[in-house]
């Protein structure tokens, strides 16, 4: 099977240990010209067979920042047709087979689906067609801009899935078998996509990997689009940016939001409000319902603020002073700190205010969110990953469940994160999980309710627990 027919022309992949993998696989046609700020236009059928055993260009894009260009390798592959996907196919069956879509994460400015750490060989021995994407990231997929929509990533995330809707099939997938996964960003997208009445249809299941459903106002993500302009000094209009050079671009970019990340904020590139793919807070539409019939496997890692906060030595920096005006910002409950302190004994004020940090932007609003669709038709399960890395005592930082979900700890850029002994049972388990939940719903562990059960995959292995750290959750109801 390594020749396909598509809708748009054949095309052919490499067989690899008896999967056979189709890479650089067009699905919308290059954003550039008149289509650079655009929708993602058709792709324009080929003659012939298209040799597809490379990964595709990426999106435009910076590396990393140090010190997370050491950890998070990012590669950069050259071309204009960065809308491409990639897909993974097991050894032929009877039946047609689950299908996977994998949208990467990188706070919508970096990634790509040709991170070692993807390989979807792992879903695809065991019986899922895995299919990763790219999509346009920073100003040409999230700029704000009075003369073109927003969020343009996101529609090419929902031109990708309609593409495995339309496509899939003849690679021996069940379109009618889909879930959509993500990190990071990518969870935030996938947030954005249950919400959202465009993509209705299009997947039946998803996965959110430390990324809530999120949206901003356009005037607040328009701060950066503002500020890039006045960088670059032109007009704030995609008129203006797509008669940029893109190396000026990116470099501008690069300056104007080298200081913001996630947890700690300034400025950088949101999904907003619009009146198309995000007509409505995610939250709060999934909250009223939307989605309803979408089963949702959702969860963080304990220390997802370690990727940020210990290897710049920002933790270290962080003071009781620094720590009491941080909770005072966010307006926390005077004895926040003594709660925490009482789970953490000898933790720093840095690791006091890391961990708050990730329980407001990540473990809170999923606990919300999950007891909001507890009685609702679709279930809803919840896990935490608690394996600490060895490496610059990251603990169970964000990124570092990826390896153990693709089971590709052999890979060596995952063992950037992970160090070289990472327990292969734990990846066996945690992908297992997520192939199980492909395929039938259920991860292995009961789906939530008002004992609000969480498989904790750490370092014991997997063991489910309930109402893990309830003190600390109750401060932020």
Known sequence: ?????????????????????????????????????????????????????????????????????????????????????????????????????????????????????????????????????????????????????????????????????????????????????????????????????????LFRRAVLQSGTPTAVAPATAARTTTSLAEHLGIAPTAEAFARADRGRLLAAQRAVTQRGNPLTGGLGFHIVLDDDVVPRDPAAALADGASDGTDVLMGSTTDEYRLWFVPSGLVDRIGELTLRAALIKQRAPWRAARVYRAGRPGASPGEILGAIATDTLLRVPMNRLADARARRPGRTHVYEFAWPSPVQGLGACHALELGFVFDTLDAPDTRLLTGDSAPRSLARAMHAAWVSFATDGDPGWPRWDEDRPVMTFGAQGATLVASPREQERRLWR
């Open 1 to 201: 099977m390594s020749i396909v027919e598509t809708a748009h022309g054949a095309v052919r992949g490499t067989v690899e240990n008896g999967i056979t993998v189709f890479r650089g696989i067009p699905y919308a046609a290059a954003p550039v010209g008149p289509l650079r700020f655009r929708p993602p236009a058709p792709v324009e059928p080929w003659q012939g067979i298209r040799e597809t055993t490379a990964f595709g260009p990426t999106a435009p894009k910076n590396p990393y920042a140090a010190p997370l260009d050491a950890l998070l390798p990012d590669p950069d592959i050259a071309g204009d047709a960065c809308l491409n996907l990639n897909v993974w196919v097991p050894a032929p069956s009877d039946g047609p087979r689950p299908v996977m879509v994998w949208i990467h994460g990188g706070s919508l400015r970096n990634g790509s689906s040709a991170v070692p750490t993807y390989d979807g060989a792992a879903f695809a021995r065991d019986g899922v067609v895995l299919v990763s994407l790219n999509y346009r990231l920073g100003i040409e997929g999230f700029g704000v801009f009075p003369d073109a929509p927003a969020n343009l990533g996101l529609h090419d995330q929902l031109a990708a899935l309609t593409w495995v809707r339309d496509n899939i099939g003849a690679f021996g997938g069940d379109p009618d078998h889909v879930t959509v996964f993500g990190e990071s960003a990518g969870a935030t997208s996938i947030g954005a996509l249950l919400a959202s009445p465009r993509a209705q249809g």
